[in-house]
């Protein structure tokens, strides 16, 4: 099968894209679309499915026209993985699958899964996974070791907008009190330099390192004693929960019934009910090495079944069983291909493929372009680029 996945973000390419790769599927990601190179790359690439995911730069009112205008007529199945769920349904999943018009949507919540279905909406539910490719175990990093970490953006701004919001009861029963008792945690992923007004305390800037790569994250999992996994909701776990546990991460999270009913706590991973009680299992675990190692062995092996190669044969099941996909098109071929669209009208510009740890800013200083110019002919609408993928640098030169 050929899947084309709607999508230019740093994130997603390395979830449902590889699962269907992993299952062997065809993959081509789109890039940034618009009314020119969207009916080239259905043309060339010839999709059986089309997979868009969440709420990215993709996902603006136009384009969401864009890509029903271009797919519906050609009867290529629509699929929409809903993955702000539940918290944003009303202002933004249903307002997308209403321009859209997906033949069937995936969501997170499978609360929500059944409000779609009430509204003549065919719908399943799909939960987060990790990718065995990116999320997987290695060895301890100095540059990344620490006793207890934290990669997870702050969202001060949202913080304050949504007092009521679950995230504050994972803040405050796993990371106040630890902070309150001078306990250091090395913190990754933006924002937390603006966190003192809301803690109450200043975060050392020292233990603040900022963006981290996704790739790299693995190696942050795999070289600290603890990991703190935020939750954002009681009844869901977050992705973040899958890929620790699935890079072999020692994971203390909070105690909910999402966490509770997806792994076994104090077996694959260790729960906090209260902010004493997360001092009190952050000190027993840091001084029983053994009594760690065994309970991050068995939350790797706990995890498997939540990879995305899974997810995707679910997903498949699904939409071969609603009659989306015929049975014989969702069959696997060897040796499948993985690709991010390049326009062939691009021959005039050098081109480049994106390596492992790229930024805008080196790819603009090899080549003497400024980033700015690089945003602009690659249609970026800011600085996230990703492994593998195709940008114009300037116009080739040419003699007469």
């Known amino acids: 099968m050929r899947v084309l996945f709607i999508e230019s973000g740093n994130l997603w390419p390395h979830t449902l894209p590889k699962g269907f790769h992993s299952n062997g599927h065809d993959i081509m990601i789109s890039g940034p679309i618009t009314k020119g190179n969207l009916p080239k790359m259905l043309a060339e690439f010839q999709p059986d499915l089309v997979v868009t995911i969440g709420w990215g730069q993709e996902h603006t009112p136009e384009k969401q026209i864009l890509v029903r205008e271009q797919i519906k007529p050609r009867n290529i199945p629509l699929i929409y993985w809903a993955v702000e769920d539940p918290a944003y349904t009303n202002n933004w999943s249903l307002p997308l699958i209403e321009k859209m018009q997906p033949d069937f949507v995936f969501t997170i919540c499978e609360k929500t899964a059944n409000k779609y279905q009430q509204r003549g909406i065919p719908s399943a539910f799909l939960d987060f996974g990790f990718e065995e490719s990116v999320h997987f175990p290695t060895c301890k990093y100095t540059e990344y070791s620490s006793q207890i970490a934290v990669v997870a953006n702050a969202y001060p701004d949202k913080l304050m907008q949504y007092p009521d919001h679950f995230r504050h009861e994972s803040i405050n029963r796993l990371i106040k009190p630890l902070l309150e008792k001078q306990v250091r945690i090395d913190f990754w992923g933006n924002h937390w330099d603006q966190m003192g007004s809301y803690l109450g305390i200043e975060i050392p800037k020292d233990w603040i390192h900022g963006h981290l790569y996704y790739r790299e994250a693995n190696k942050v999992y795999s070289s600290s004693d603890i990991m703190i996994g935020l939750q954002n909701y009681p009844d869901l776990v977050t992705q973040r929960t899958h890929e620790i546990l699935g890079s072999g991460g020692f994971l203390l999270t909070l105690d909910s019934p999402g966490v509770s ?140």
């Open 261 to 400: 009913s997806t792994f076994k706590p104090g077996i694959d991973l260790i729960v906090s009910s209260s902010p004493e009680d997360t001092i009190e299992k952050v000190n027993y675990y840091l001084k029983h090495a053994d009594e760690r190692s065994a309970i991050q062995n068995q939350g790797h092996i706990s995890v498997q079944p939540n990879s995305y190669k899974a997810r995707t044969r679910q997903m498949i099941d699904i939409l071969v069983e609603q009659k989306i996909v015929d049975l014989e098109v969702a069959a696997s071929r060897e040796n499948p291909k993985f690709n991010y669209f390049q326009d062939k009208d691009d021959q005039q510009y050098l081109i480049y493929k994106v390596k492992t740890g790229d930024s805008l800013w080196r790819i603009s200083q090899t080549f003497g372009v400024t980033v700015d110019e690089l945003k602009e002919l690659n249609l970026l609408t800011n600085g996230l680029i990703n492994e593998n993928q195709f940008l114009k640098i300037k116009k080739e030169e040419t003699t007469d």
